[in-house]
């Protein structure tokens, strides 16, 4: 160890100042690997922060893409819902048009008929009215000779 120690301490003779400049080589290297392992250290960590901070984008930016395929999947099912629902809600109008339809013509056709017996009755009223006022001049008739008769008899 003294020597080693003297060394370092004598000055430089030819044999020394290359053990010396080795020395200082290794003493540099040294310390080169010390600041070059704290710089790889640190290295290692910004690129460990780094790609841990990639990762987490990495995984936000497919979470906000899953989200909007989500979304655009949300979407297309209500479009779909909602061209099936105007399919039916105009199917259905159609079926109700239909079906109100048929029923104006079975309710047309009822009154139809209803028209009809209306009318044979009203036609039927007509007569007897008819006859009623024919028996009612005769009636009259009758009265006027009853009376002229009596009058003439009073006399």
């Known amino acids: 160890m003294d020597f080693f120690l003297e060394d370092l301490t004598s000055p430089a003779?030819?044999?020394n100042g290359h053990e010396d400049q080795h020395l200082a080589e290794n003493t540099?290297?040294?310390s080169l690997r010390e600041k070059?392992?704290?710089?790889?250290?640190?290295?290692?960590?910004e690129q460990h922060s780094s790609s841990s901070i990639d990762v987490i984008s990495k995984r936000?930016?497919?979470l906000v893409e899953k989200i909007n395929n989500s979304r655009a999947s949300n979407q297309k099912v209500m479009d779909s819902f909602q061209e099936n629902l105007l399919a039916k809600v105009t199917e259905t109008c159609l079926l109700m048009k239909e079906h109100m339809y048929t029923v104006y013509e079975d309710n047309?056709?009822?009154?139809?008929?209803?028209?009809?017996?209306?009318?044979?009755?009203?036609?039927?009223?007509t007569k007897l009215n008819n006859e009623l006022l024919e028996a009612n001049r005769a009636?009259?008739?009758l009265r006027e000779g009853l009376a002229v008769s009596q009058t003439s008899e009073s006399q």
């Open 13 to 15: 003779s030819p044999n």
């Open 60 to 62: 936000a930016q497919e």
């Open 36 to 45: 070059s392992s704290s710089g790889s250290m640190t290295e290692l960590q």
């Open 139 to 141: 009636l009259a008739s």
């Open 108 to 125: 047309g056709n009822e009154m139809q008929v209803k028209l009809q017996e209306l009318s044979e009755v009203l036609e039927s009223c």
């Open 28 to 30: 540099d290297s040294g």
